[in-house]
């Protein structure tokens, strides 16, 4: 079958000798990904080095690697190979390279000139990912220093002209790729998000039933949605078709399963937008059209993800209407209006506009570039995005602020291929001697939704859960999972049994090898200490960007900023838990709510190496801030929720305090707050919930259920209403017992956190 590229032989490989930079369009099928690095070889371009081609995802990579050398007779891994995270399959001499484009990332940070290679292709280059963004960069400043280099810039659907301009006017190619008329099918309304998958079974089901032979492309958000479908088509019953997920947590084995063809049958693809330009499969003849896509959003000025569920550009539509009509005349189901369509934005927004920079700002900072706020983007970011990615490398210790460069531990971290937090991990684990078990725990921080609850099961899989659970940490709670699942010899049935998800903990495996493989090839021993401590320890020292206390959160200079309404959420192993004055969260997300994810409980004593910004060393720690050795005065932080007031310290003496809580006790009084001493008892519903009662002149309270309370005999002034058969306190402040004397104040183990516990008039003493 000939392509429509083949076409354009001759043009592209003119251009590309006379230019410095050629862009070319042609729509998805035409052939371009295939077609232009063996033009280029023919016309013995690579007889001055390596013609390298990026693709932004591994499928693609291995996919048409192996394809161009079946099409030139050539063995995978000799003269035409690929390289993606992990797998290596290319040698001295190969002269074609598919790679991913964090792989070209990697190259720049150890040959600033790609002194090996004379044509870099960066294909699918409209996906416009934060990793094609950079590399366009550097390309850019690198043709101006090597003007041998040749760039080749493809794409099916771009803004053309922008990328042109960008490249001092670069010459464009348009081909056309269809090699069949595609007809689109409108729906008559639109359809609401979480009607969304009904609707394509029913579409699926419909084509089926009535439509000539071919296969079936449907488009859906993410992987919950693909299987939802799945689920809901196998309940159909339907006769003589297969259904094939696709979505890029699928291992390559089973994602290689869309290109099989099955004798008989009809193939049904349901995919993410994975399917939409990265791979091509032949044989489809009907697409189904959600118009949505998962799409990440960053907000710098609070540090939150979003991932939200939006309505795909009109390129990204036409993408895939163009997966149809390859082979034969095809069909493609918007299920959406045309007006829906028309109001769509026109391309994607990049996603290095809408993503935490850190990993971005890290690489640059090893590259050596000097002005990266100025670095020429062809969409610059904004400048509070660079302010959160410096603050987020602070706070891993990759940065100092006062000095320009990596620290020894940044540049550490840049010769991983990990993302920053996971690397300062790795790096912390090696002091502590625990690196087998942190690297476990970085592979269970890389998947999503380990825990299962179905609806119908939801208290069963919550006691089966609890099993693994440790109430002060998710990282802990990994580890107990882990070593089940490993005992269980990776058994899928184990899973199911326990409510866990079976693919999330194979792909947690599969990274958790590929980690111990960088280990390996970075001679890194692979310690195996099992001190809960320092594990835990060394976990929220690759998180402390996210570190927390009391709705406040940590930024590299010592700032607490407030995040108003941040919940726990409840996959936590820590949910439920209110016992706790600081915690660690793996990310914030904003879904139905703001979420702390992925979350463990830091002890106070740890703080001054975690954060370092917030402490000054050889202060010992009581419950959060600091005592003087050689006074009876109380040294600590000005913590106030919301507003930024650094390190700030002040003292306050034993003294000052009692009398500060004295004046409080009256005031308490006077307006019929009541003292009352409480004692734990166990939960009547769940072992896992303590319930704290006081009894005074023969009455039973029962504390609120986010009372703050944390030990038997404390005793607070509290607020009391009647309940239906009970009466609720709820605990306005705690009274302290203040030692007397000069040399007792080493001993105080039950201070409070000062903005927290005395309220008002100790704020107030602190300010002044």
Known sequence: MRLPIQDFQELIVQTVRSNQVTIVVGETGSGKTTQIPQFLYNADFADRGMIGVTEPRRLAAISMAKFVSDQLGVFLGDEVGYQIRFDDSSAEETKIKFMTDGILLREFQLDQNLTKYSVIMVDEAHERSKNIDFVLGLLKDLLTRRKDLRLVVASATIDEKKFSRYFWDAPIINVSGRMFPVETVWSNTDIYEDEMADAVVQKIAEIHQNKEPGDILAFMTGQDDIHKVIEKLEKLNLSDFVVIPVYAALP?????????????????????????????????????????????????????????????????????????????????????????????????????????????????????????????????????????????????????????????????????????????????????GCVQNVATIAAFLSVRNIFVRPKEKEAEADRAHAKFKNQESDAL?????????????????????????????????????????????????????????????????????????????????????????????????????????????????????????????????????????????????????????????????????????????????????????????????????????????????????????????????????????????????????????????TPVFQVFNFPAGQNKDKTISELPIVFEKLSKKWRAKLKQ
């Open 252 to 432: 390559p084995e089973e994602q290689q399963k869309i290109f099989a063809s099955y004798k008989g049958k009809r193939k049904v693809v349901v995919a993410t937008n994975i399917a939409e330009t990265s791979i091509t499969v032949d044989g489809i003849v009907y697409v189904v059209d959600s118009g949505l896509i998962k799409q990440s959003n960053f907000h710098p000025e609070s540090g939150i993800q979003s991932l939200d569920v939006v309505k795909h550009s009109q390129a990204g539509c036409e993408q895939r209407k163009g997966r149809a009509g390859r082979t034969r005349n095809g069909v493609c189901y918007r299920m959406y209006t045309k007006e829906n369509f028309q109001s769509r934005f026109q391309f994607t927004k990049p996603e290095i506009c809408r993503t935490s920079l850190a990993s971005v700002v890290l690489a640059m900072e090893d590259i050596g570039i000097e002005k990266i706020q100025e670095f020429d983007f062809i969409d610059p970011p904004k400048k509070e995005a660079f302010t959160e990615a410096y603050e987020t490398l602070i706070a891993l210790g990759a940065i100092n602020k006062d000095e320009k460069g990596l620290t020894e531990i940044g540049k550490a971290m840049a010769r991983f291929p990990l993302e920053p937090r996971i690397a300062r991990m790795l790096l912390e684990a090696m002091k502590h």
């Open 477 to 729: 709670t990994f580890l107990n999972i882990w070593k089940e699942y490993e005992n269980a010899k990776f058994s899928y049935s184990w899973c199911f049994e326990r409510f866990l998800n079976a693919k999330a903990l194979q792909e947690a495996l599969n990274i958790r090898a590929q980690i111990f493989q960088i280990l390996f090839q970075n001679k890194i021993e692979l310690s195996e200490s099992s001190d809960n401590d320092a594990i835990a320890k060394t976990v929220a020292i690759g998180l402390a960007y996210n570190l927390f206390q009391h709705g406040s959160r940590y930024w590299f200079n010592g700032v607490l900023r407030s995040i108003e309404n941040v919940a726990v959420h409840p996959s936590s192993a820590i949910f439920g838990n209110r016992v706790f004055q600081w915690i660690v969260a793996t990310e914030i997300v904003r879904t139905t709510k703001v979420w702390a994810r992925g979350c463990a409980i830091v002890k106070a004593e740890w703080l001054p190496e975690i954060a370092p910004n917030l402490f000054q060393f050889g202060d010992p720690i009581v419950e959060g801030y600091t005592l003087k050795e050689d006074t009876a005065n109380i040294k600590t932080l000005i913590l106030y929720k919301g507003q930024s007031v650094g390190d700030v310290r002040s003292k306050v003496s034993i003294t000052q305090a009692a009398q500060i809580q004295e004046d409080r006790i009256l005031e308490a009084e006077e307006k019929g707050l009541i003292p009352l001493t409480f004692f734990e008892k166990k939960n009547s519903v769940s072992d896992y919930l303590t319930d704290w009662f006081a009894e005074l002149n023969g009455i039973f309270y029962r504390a609120c259920s986010i009372s703050g309370i944390k030990n038997n005999g404390e005793t607070h002034y509290c607020k009391v209403e009647n309940w239906i058969s009970e009466k609720y306190a």
